[in-house]
């Protein structure tokens, strides 16, 4: 199947840290990502992580992979009002095609 | 230049009309990417063009037909519309195709948000 799931909504208070988790199903997935989608905006690419790889961090932001549990997460260290967004963790699907299966999102909201 | 725009960024039409919806991008990839997402959903891949050729049609019905003009240009023609297609509709790039770390980095454009009345 191509479910990417995540949890819903995440609430954290400015200043913790945050850590948005997401379940993949391909196993045949080179590559997971991170985006980020603001209010009435498109979506922006935050990282990447080859799955060859168990962690990458990228300044204030960690990613964790756990290829036999198929479960990637992304830690949001110092957490802003600026962060407050829905974010997808996106798999890139085997084969041939060039094609991206996106989570089901997770609301992060930052209370100041 | 590592902008994706797209026009209109609002669109409103009725069931008969025919319109268009606009994606540019000057980066030089040579990807581009239809997704349409509903309120409170990701967004779902409709059309992906590699090389100016249509790669993957995602069983999207006819009344949406994409288009590239040339390689910084994708248009998606849009008639007969119902009610249930309002949505954005986002254009995306990428540098790479299938395999790479490219092949997944998307650059987004804003949106065209559709309402079909």
């Known amino acids: 199947g191509e479910d990417v799931e995540q949890s819903l909504f995440l609430s954290v208070r400015e200043g913790d840290s945050s850590v948005i988790n997401c379940t993949y199903t391909?196993?045949?997935?080179?590559?997971l990502y991170w985006y980020k989608q603001e209010p009435g905006a498109g979506l922006q690419l935050l990282t990447y992580?080859?799955?060859?790889?168990d962690m990458k961090q990228d300044q204030r932001l960690t990613v964790l992979l756990n290829k036999k549990d198929k479960h990637l997460s992304l830690r949001i260290a110092d957490t802003q009002t600026g962060d407050s967004a829905i974010y997808f963790c996106?798999?890139?699907?085997?084969?041939?095609?060039?094609?991206?299966?996106f989570g089901t999102g997770t609301l992060l909201a930052v209370q100041p | 230049d590592t902008e994706v725009t797209q026009t209109p960024k609002h669109l409103v039409m009725g069931m008969t009309n025919k319109k268009s919806l606009k994606c540019e991008q000057h980066?030089?990839?040579?990807?581009m990417y239809w997704y349409k997402q509903k309120a409170k959903k990701p967004p779902e891949l409709m059309f992906v063009?590699?090389?100016?050729?249509?790669?993957i049609n995602e069983s999207v019905p006819s009344r949406f037909s994409p288009e590239c003009p040339n390689s910084s240009l994708l248009n998606l023609h849009l008639h007969a519309l119902q009610p249930e297609d309002s949505a954005l509709y986002l254009c995306?790039?990428?540098?790479?195709?299938?395999?790479?770390?490219?092949?997944?980095?998307?650059?987004f454009g804003e949106g065209s948000r559709l309402t079909v009345l």
């Open positions: 995306a790039s990428s540098p790479g195709l299938a395999g790479g770390p490219g092949g997944g980095e998307l650059f």
């Open positions: 391909d196993s045949s997935s080179t590559y």
């Open positions: 992580i080859f799955s060859n790889m």
């Open positions: 996106a798999e890139h699907y085997g084969g041939a095609t060039n094609k991206l299966i």
């Open positions: 980066m030089g990839h040579r990807a």
């Open positions: 063009y590699s090389y100016e050729k249509l790669s």
